[in-house]
């Protein structure tokens, strides 16, 4: 076995991304020759989608399922993927070994929309990747209304595709890690006609000097049209800033239901709660009820807090709203310990005084578990 491969021996697992089900995509846990007892997993290049390193793990997520697979990930090559049916079967391997099983599960489920739109997207063909994304659309619609459905469809399907085709018109690798971690900033509209404006304020347009805008948002309009948008007004009679607070809280509430997560949900959460307390608080309003415990008692927290201020003549900080949170993580397991940093990083880092007060919360973390994502926390907590 050379030196970058590592094998899924007999007694190697994998655990659930979501631990509230007992199905759906599981991230598979590899160890070497060399040190049978240790765990690693794939490290993914997110401009290639191919292996990029492998990252040790000293602490392990339970519940975890044993797997009996002896399997071989390697760096340069497509990664390993693990997906759990509803009968507990494991299917694992690369996209092309798995793709049959992935796919007769969403056959078989076709009311499970949320796991059937990541499987689509990852193995669909292009008519199958719209089916999927309109019955997510059309679920969102039925459960909390138009508005956040457009706004799911705007964040989760549109932008998503123009990250996408800003990097493939990166002009270099340097320039693709720049537009991926500016993402947070990158988005796209519609008027009311269907036509799709681009908000590229935060990127240098040297780096995707390679892409055609135009062509960019032309795909983007059909993609649009695949969903019903003609009950939706974008001229109705609030005021532009209750317009903008409730376009907001549609697109956090979106957001939010996609997410895999605990730690990414709260972290939306929280970057509505530094832009606008009232948004925030209405976002919390309507999603309190998270499924993790943690989170749930972090926005029971958030929503207490922020219903104090609004009797009171002071307001907290934004480092002291962000601590709230983070505070609960830090004493927790050490992978949501990690995913907490990874996601306030991406989420707020925006913020001055919050990216400085993470920064000095990371910088003298040294455990292991923070490995698989400690590059991509300090890019993005960066100097100012």
Not at 72 to 81: A, C, F, L, M, N
Not at 159 to 175: N, S
């Amino acid at each position: 076995m050379t030196k970058n491969q590592f094998t899924i021996a007999n007694t190697s697992a994998c655990a659930l991304f979501d631990q509230n089900l007992p199905f759906g995509f599981a991230l598979p846990f590899f160890s070497n020759s060399e040190s049978a007892q240790t765990l690693f997993v794939q490290v993914i290049d997110e401009r290639t989608n191919l292996v990029k390193a492998f990252s040790k793990l000293d602490d392990l997520p339970p519940p975890l399922l044993i797997t009996s697979h002896t399997l071989t990930s390697t760096i340069g090559e497509p990664p390993v993927y693990a997906f759990v049916d509803k009968s507990g079967h494991i299917s694992i391997g690369q996209l092309d070994k798995i793709k049959d099983a992935l796919i007769s599960f969403a056959e078989k489920f076709p009311d499970l929309p949320e796991i059937n739109l990541q499987i689509y997207e990852l193995v669909g063909t292009l008519s199958e990747r719209r089916r999927a994304r309109v019955l997510m659309w059309e679920k969102i619609r039925a459960d909390i209304g138009t508005r956040p459905a457009l706004a799911f469809y705007r964040g989760s399907i549109l932008r998503p595709i123009l990250w996408d085709h800003l990097v493939k018109g990166a002009t270099d690798e340097f320039a693709a890690s720049r537009i991926l971690a500016a993402r947070g900033s990158i988005d796209c509209k519609s008027d009311e006609y269907g036509r799709i404006s681009l908000d590229l304020r935060d990127l240098d347009p040297a780096d995707y000097a390679q892409a055609n805008l135009e062509e960019i948002k032309r795909s983007l309009e059909i993609e649009l049209q695949q969903i019903d948008t003609t009950n939706i007004s974008h001229n109705d009679s609030q005021s532009q800033d209750r317009a903008a607070e409730t376009e907001l809280v549609d697109d956090a509430m979106a957001s939010i239901l996609r997410a895999m997560r605990q730690e990414e949900r709260v972290a939306i959460a929280l970057r509505v709660i530094l832009a606008d307390r009232q948004a925030g608080l209405e976002v919390l309003e309507k999603y309190s009820n998270d499924r993790a415990q943690d989170a749930r008692e972090i926005l029971w927290d958030l929503k207490s807090k922020l219903t104090q201020e609004k009797s009171s003549t002071t307001e907290t900080s934004d480092v002291g709203i962000v601590w709230l949170a983070l505070e609960k993580y830090l004493s927790g397991m050490p992978e949501s310990r990690a995913y907490a940093f990874l996601y306030f990083s991406r989420y707020l880092s925006y913020n001055l005084e919050v990216r400085r007060f993470l920064r000095y919360r990371f910088s003298g973390l040294k455990s292991q578990s923070y490995e698989r994502h400690r590059k991509e926390i300090e890019f993005l907590l960066g100097q100012d």
